[in-house]
């Protein structure tokens, strides 16, 4: 599965650690929405998006599977974070590769 678009949709102003959003297409066919870039103690992270539950915990609506899946991922998407940023906040397709025959 290969990452054929990302767009950023950074957060404007404020003091939150929410820096800003990501959405995500594979293959050009399934896309996830809601991905969110959070400023930790160690730099930014990415969450995925979730759904509070009943009790009041959270539990994710899309997620990697394994730990390869989500470092390539996170790269990704941090990666296409910082081009945001250094563009000057617009948001912009990445990664986009022309399909394999």
Request: overall charge neutral; aromatic content about 6%.
């Amino acid at each position: 599965m290969q990452i054929t678009e990302i767009r950023v949709s950074l957060r404007q102003g404020g003091n939150d650690k929410l820096l800003a959003f990501a959405n995500v297409t594979f293959d050009n066919a399934f896309a996830v929405r809601g991905i969110k870039i959070i400023q930790g103690n160690n730099g930014p992270f990415i969450a995925m998006p979730s759904r509070k539950m009943a009790d009041g915990t959270y539990k994710d609506v899309a997620h990697p599977i394994n730990a390869e899946t989500r470092q390539m991922l996170e790269k990704a998407i941090l990666d296409e974070y910082h081009k945001t940023l250094k563009e000057g906040g617009a948001t912009a397709p990445a990664r986009e590769e022309p399909p394999v025959d």
